[in-house]
């Protein structure tokens, strides 16, 4: 019986294997151009403002 139990592990394991490449191996979701466009316009307007008054050139006064 502790044969079968030494056994069960890499065949269980196996198992988990084959999941998990198949689920990495998956095709991306596909995203239509105008929201991707939209997350990029989204993403483009957040980096402006969290770069937009943050260098020294504006903490100097002038």
């Known amino acids: 019986m502790a044969v ?33 466009l939209a997350e990029h316009q989204r993403f483009m307007a957040a980096m402006q403002r969290t770069t937009a008054g943050g260098g020294p050139e504006d903490r100097s006064g002038r």
């Open 4 to 36: 079968l139990a030494w056994l069960i592990i890499p065949c269980v394991a196996a198992v988990l294997a084959t999941v998990w490449a198949g689920w990495a191996q998956r095709a991306p979701r596909a995203t239509g151009d105008p929201a991707s």
